[in-house]
Structure formats: structure tokens, C-alpha cells
């Protein structure tokens, strides 16, 4: 009997997720950056790699306290209105070149400029959000110009979050200057359930 006993406890310990553990503000945010939890992920192409971070709210919420004292009400409140949308990070990074990606491989003024307009007021039309029963547009979009200052561009992206339930999620971006295409990320239902919680 005594066998059987010790595979069971071991089994209990070996199934604790995540989901189980507390982390501090500076802790959570290591968590979810780390690329083996499932919530950060890359796709290199020829010429550019495409970093997606999935951001839950409470990240975000880390990320705004971790420099300053928050109470568990404002947490609270500010996880709960953050709730309303699925929040991503998309950065895109020029290989082989510190200048600015939207100059990678241009073939004048002409590209540099329709890439920036692209970017900056059309692009979010070709951002969508597939979940189990539904495709979700894109409802809240920045994005942040290097200004020559580094290879990469970050594209702050939001969707409504119609279903509450935890689900797998699938970002996809059609984009239409850089000669890449639909890129798709997956994010799947198990990591989202792994996320730690927020002391």
C-alpha cells in the first residue's frame, strides 16, 4: 500500500498549475514573459521577426504597480476594467540592421512613406481575433514609431472580450507591406488557465 500512496501524492504535487501560485508584481511580470509559459511567442521571417505578447490584465496592472504602492481595491478595480478587451503587444523587428524597421528593404521615399501610413491608419483593419465561435476585429490600436532609434515597432492591439470563459485564442495579422503575409499566433486555453495570480 505504501507504493500506491507515494505515487498518489506525487501525482497531487506534479498537477499543482500554476494557477496555484502568488507572485509578486515583478515576479507575475517575469512569468508571463517567460516563452515557456505560452503567452509570449516569435515567428522569424527572412527579413524580420514578429514577437507576439499576449498582455492579461493583470500584467498590465503589474506592470503600472511594480514602481509604486497599489492597494488590493485600486487592483481590483483597474483588472476588472481591463477585462473588457483581450490586450496584445506585436513587435516587429528588423534583422541585419539598426535602422528603423519600416526602412528595411525599401526601394525608396515612396515605400518608406506608404509603410508609414499603413502602419499608422490602415492596419488594424487587417488584425482579427479567432476564438472558439467567433472572429473578433481589431477595437484598439497604436502604434509606436522607432523614430530611427532602434530596429523594431511595437503595434499596441486590443479586441473585445465577448466571453468571459477562458478559451484558445488566435491572433492573426494580414499584413499587406512587408511582403510577409497572414502571420497567426495560437494561444492555448492551457496556459491561459496556468496564470499565476497577483499578491
Given at each position: 500500500?505504501?507504493?500506491?500512496?507515494l505515487?498518489?501524492?506525487?501525482?497531487?504535487?506534479?498537477?499543482?498549475?500554476?494557477?496555484?501560485?502568488?507572485?509578486?508584481?515583478?515576479?507575475?511580470?517575469?512569468?508571463?514573459?517567460?516563452?515557456?509559459?505560452g503567452?509570449?511567442?516569435?515567428?522569424?521571417?527572412?527579413?524580420?521577426?514578429?514577437t507576439?505578447q499576449?498582455?492579461?490584465?493583470?500584467?498590465?496592472?503589474?506592470?503600472?504597480?511594480?514602481?509604486k504602492?497599489?492597494?488590493?481595491?485600486?487592483?481590483q478595480?483597474?483588472?476588472?476594467?481591463?477585462?473588457?478587451?483581450?490586450?496584445?503587444?506585436?513587435?516587429?523587428?528588423?534583422?541585419?540592421?539598426?535602422?528603423?524597421?519600416?526602412?528595411?528593404?525599401?526601394?525608396?521615399?515612396?515605400?518608406?512613406?506608404?509603410?508609414?501610413?499603413?502602419?499608422?491608419?490602415?492596419?488594424?483593419?487587417?488584425?482579427?481575433?479567432?476564438?472558439?465561435?467567433?472572429?473578433?476585429?481589431?477595437?484598439?490600436?497604436?502604434?509606436?514609431?522607432?523614430?530611427?532609434?532602434?530596429?523594431?515597432?511595437?503595434?499596441?492591439?486590443?479586441?473585445?472580450?465577448?466571453?468571459?470563459?477562458?478559451?484558445?485564442?488566435?491572433?492573426?495579422?494580414?499584413?499587406?507591406?512587408?511582403?510577409?503575409?497572414?502571420?497567426?499566433?495560437?494561444?492555448?486555453?492551457?496556459?491561459?488557465?496556468?496564470?499565476?495570480?497577483?499578491?
Amino acid at each position: 500500500m505504501r507504493i500506491p500512496y507515494l505515487f498518489l501524492i506525487f501525482f497531487l504535487f506534479i498537477s499543482c498549475s500554476d494557477s496555484d501560485k502568488s507572485l509578486n508584481e515583478k515576479e507575475f511580470i517575469e512569468w508571463v514573459e517567460d516563452e515557456e509559459n505560452g503567452l509570449l511567442m516569435m515567428k522569424e521571417f527572412d527579413d524580420f521577426i514578429f514577437t507576439l505578447q499576449y498582455k492579461p490584465a493583470e500584467y498590465i496592472v503589474a506592470k503600472e504597480c511594480v514602481n509604486k504602492e497599489c492597494s488590493k481595491e485600486e487592483i481590483q478595480s483597474r483588472i476588472h476594467e481591463l477585462e473588457e478587451l483581450y490586450h496584445f503587444n506585436l513587435k516587429i523587428t528588423a534583422k541585419d540592421t539598426q535602422e528603423e524597421m519600416l526602412k528595411k528593404n525599401i526601394s525608396g521615399t515612396d515605400e518608406y512613406f506608404q509603410r508609414i501610413e499603413y502602419f499608422t491608419s490602415l492596419a488594424e483593419n487587417d488584425l482579427k481575433l479567432y476564438t472558439l465561435n467567433d472572429t473578433i476585429d481589431c477595437g484598439l490600436y497604436h502604434f509606436e514609431r522607432s523614430y530611427n532609434m532602434a530596429p523594431y515597432s511595437n503595434m499596441v492591439v486590443g479586441f473585445e472580450r465577448k466571453v468571459k470563459t477562458l478559451q484558445d485564442l488566435t491572433f492573426s495579422f494580414d499584413e499587406k507591406v512587408l511582403g510577409i503575409g497572414k502571420i497567426n499566433f495560437k494561444i492555448e486555453k492551457d496556459a491561459l488557465e496556468k496564470l499565476p495570480t497577483i499578491k
